[in-house]
């Protein structure tokens, strides 16, 4: 398909490990949008990319998050040690080019469970 | 920072009815903002966006208003139906790739 990709769907690990999500963009979108909702709240800004670079990082919660994005297509997030209150969706989402006024095209997710 | 606040958690209305959600800004008033829809278990899907100097934008059965006085933004859908049952999300993104989501309404419409 054509669209935003997350995989795995779903995810149960222990607490401690690392977890590491993937999103493939929509072909040609230059930027790139991770998003963290717990259960029945809102939209949590994690980070976004502008091609390869993340110029703002602010919105990882802990150090124990990191995001890569290469080639300008794929990108990872990456959760080291994983806690209990890590456990949320994490959405993935592209848009052609950043701004205001770029609609955003989400996948439908990574359900991460720690145990 | 840009904070945006949704009304109430759940709205509830009766088929063909009107619904009317509504998304207040702080701060600044953003250039533009978005309405998205959520439904359970899927990520968001982009629905209409309106610019600050727009009062009115319209698209099928869907009309949001832009009120910069009021730092306010509604979103209706008339003739609603029970598809239009969903989650609904209003956004600001800036110009640096910050996006602010409110935590929505859920909207339900009953036959």
Known sequence: GAGVSQSPSNKVTEK???VELRCDPISGHTALYWYRQSLGQGLEFLIYFQGNSAPDKSGLPSDRFSAERTGG???????????????????CASSLVGGPRQPQHFGDGTRLSIL | SQKIEQNSEALNIQ?????????????YSPAYLQWYRQDPGRGPVFLLLIRENEKE??????????????KQSLFHITASQPADSATYLCAHNTNAGKSTF??????????
């Open chain 2, 57 to 70: 934008k319209r698209k099928e059965r869907l009309k949001v208003t832009f009120d910069t006085t009021l």
């Open chain 1, 73 to 91: 297509s794929v990108s990872t997030l990456t959760i080291q040690r994983t806690q209990q209150e890590d456990s949320a969706v994490y959405l």
């Open chain 2, 102 to 111: 409110g935590d929505g309404t859920t909207l339900t419409v009953k036959p």
């Open chain 1, 16 to 18: 401690g490990k690392d």
């Open chain 2, 15 to 27: 088929e063909g009815k009107t619904a009317t959600l509504t998304c207040n800004y702080t701060n």
